[in-house]
């Protein structure tokens, strides 16, 4: 009976928006995290973006400064890198095996969601903490 697979993927639906909205545990788990590297001014680091809809990672620690945030497809499913502050910027449209930058510059300490607009749930953050605080060994 083949008929099954109509529930079974509206349960997909509900199982992931109940993810999204319930802990952070769990989804940080899965998703780890990157630091960025380099000092304030010219910080980088890479998030990938799957055909899972997620980013991995999906937090990026950072310093208050200057970063630029590569995005990067490494599924087939387009997606976009889009900080719910209009304010600090957008990659736009991102391809599949495409890889496009957002250079953001963070004024204040702070937590800054990103979002994929395509897809509900698919979301991130970064952590920016204020410059003299890094933890570890500045390189
Ligand atoms: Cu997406």
Redesign the pocket.
Known sequence: MKRTLTPRATLTVVLLTAACSSGSSAASKDSGSVTAAGAAGAQTATVG?TDS?AFAPATVKAKVGTLTLSAKNEGN????LTFDDPALGKTGTISGKETKDVVVTFDQAGTFAFT?T??EG?SGKVIVTAAGTAAGTAQ
């Open positions: 973006m809809l499913t387009p997606h976009n994929c395509f897809h698919m």
